[in-house]
Structure formats: structure tokens, C-alpha cells
């Protein structure tokens, strides 16, 4: 079973390796809505410390969205192109196929998330973590990157085309506009506050600044390690119950 989710995990990077435009794509935009919400906007916030150090996790966390977006494609891509079918022939574990997915996406958006913290300590953020904090925060990194990639997967299965699986993704890019991401949810009128606060990402995104900065994350860190592993869950059950039904495109 290994052995046969390392070929598919090498199918998925060889095929990222072919089509680098996906990993620009994932970069550019968090990229890009960093420069113009820091250098734009961040002074019109204020946060109670500068504004890079406040939008660091939330930026974090849409990578992660925009990272996985593309493993949705993917998968819609074989199921609709009969690479799928094939593989339901073969005499490889039928998990392996769904594992390579998710290995390959978790490891191209853990890639991001580094490049952008990267550019994040060349505008000026200076986390107070120490190490334990910083493995703590890679730890979260990589189990949200499971779960959501888990979704993903399920949504590319679920979707009858490849456009259909790149909308099915857009929760996972948009709820963290919705969430602390970009401003403190006590700011915000009263419904959405409490939509902000009960939402998956905002406990992920507080319990991230927490660790990165050095200040305690209460409950946060509960809830963030609760969403991840319902949603991954989750996404892993659908995942495995669409592809184990019988493939009707």
C-alpha cells in the first residue's frame, strides 16, 4: 500500500514539476493581497501592533486555501479523463490513488506557506515564537493542510467537471476573508461577528498569532485542532465513499 501511494504521490509531483504555474498561481494571489492590505490599507487599521504582524496568520491560512484549490482540478481532471478508471483495473491499492493526491498537494502547499512567510519577514514581521511554538505551528499548518485537502479530493470526486470542482473550492479561499484574518472580529456588527467567531479558519488563524507572536491562545488552540480533524474527517469518508461508488460521468 506504501509503495503504491509513494508512485502516485510521484505521479502528482511530476505532473506539478510539468505545470509550475500552479504553484505560482497558488503564491501570487496571497502574495499580492498582502502587499496591497499592509502597504494599502494597514494604516487605516489599527490592531494594537503593526499590521504585519497581525495579517501574517490569517495570510498563512489562505495559502493553504489557494494551495489545495488546485488539487479539486486534479482529481476531476482523472476522473473525467478515465485515469481513474484505469486505476480501478490496476493492481495497486485503491486508497493509493486518493493518498497520492493529498500527499502531493500537503507537500505543494507547505511549500507555499514557507515562500510566504518568507516574504512576510522581508516586509518587516518578526514573530516572538520560540521553537517549541514554531513546531507547534508547523504541526497545525500540516494538519489543516490534511483536512482541507481531504475536502478537496472529495470535491473534485463529487464535481462532474473541473470547473465544477474549482467552484465547489471557493468556501475554502473565501471563509477567511470572513474570519480575523484582517481585522479583529470584536470590530464587526453583531452578526457577523458571531459568524466570524464560530467559523472553522478564525480559531486556526488566532491560534496561529498566538504562537507566532508569543501571546496565549486561550481556548483557540482546542477548536483549531477540533475543525481540523472533523473537517478531515469528513472529507475523508465523502472522499472514500465517492470513490468507491460506481463511476458515472
Not at 482540478?73 to 479523463?81: F, L, S
Not at 486518493?98 to 516586509?123: P, Q, W
Request: proline share 5%; glycine share 10%; net charge positive.
Amino acid at each position: 500500500m506504501m509503495s503504491d501511494a509513494a508512485l502516485m504521490l510521484g505521479r502528482n509531483l511530476r505532473h506539478t514539476m510539468r505545470n509550475p504555474t500552479t504553484l505560482f498561481g497558488s503564491l501570487m494571489v496571497p502574495i499580492l493581497l498582502l502587499l496591497i492590505f499592509v502597504y494599502i490599507f494597514g494604516g487605516a487599521f489599527s490592531v494594537g501592533v503593526e499590521y504585519i504582524d497581525y495579517i501574517t496568520p490569517g495570510t498563512i491560512v489562505l495559502t493553504m486555501g489557494y494551495g489545495v484549490a488546485s488539487t479539486a482540478i486534479g482529481v476531476a481532471n482523472d476522473m473525467t479523463a478515465g485515469i481513474i478508471a484505469r486505476f480501478r483495473t490496476m493492481a495497486i491499492s485503491r486508497t493509493a490513488v486518493l493518498t497520492g493526491h493529498v500527499f502531493g498537494s500537503v507537500l505543494r502547499t507547505v511549500v507555499c506557506v514557507a515562500l510566504v512567510i518568507g516574504v512576510t519577514l522581508i516586509m518587516g514581521f518578526r514573530p516572538a515564537a520560540d521553537f517549541v511554538q514554531w513546531l507547534a505551528v508547523a504541526g497545525l499548518v500540516v494538519l489543516l493542510a490534511i483536512a482541507i485537502t481531504w475536502l478537496t479530493v472529495a470535491f473534485g470526486l463529487a464535481a462532474k467537471t473541473p470547473e465544477g470542482a474549482s467552484f465547489l473550492t471557493f468556501p475554502l479561499v473565501f471563509l477567511p476573508f470572513i474570519s480575523s484574518a484582517f481585522a479583529p472580529t470584536q470590530t464587526m456588527p453583531a452578526g457577523v461577528r458571531w459568524f466570524t467567531d464560530n467559523q472553522p479558519f478564525t480559531p486556526v488563524i488566532e491560534t496561529l498569532r498566538g504562537l507566532l507572536t508569543g501571546t496565549p491562545i486561550g481556548n483557540s488552540g482546542i477548536f483549531a485542532v477540533g475543525w481540523c480533524l472533523v473537517l478531515g474527517l469528513g472529507g475523508y469518508l465523502w472522499a472514500r465513499a465517492l470513490f468507491n461508488r460506481d463511476p458515472v460521468r
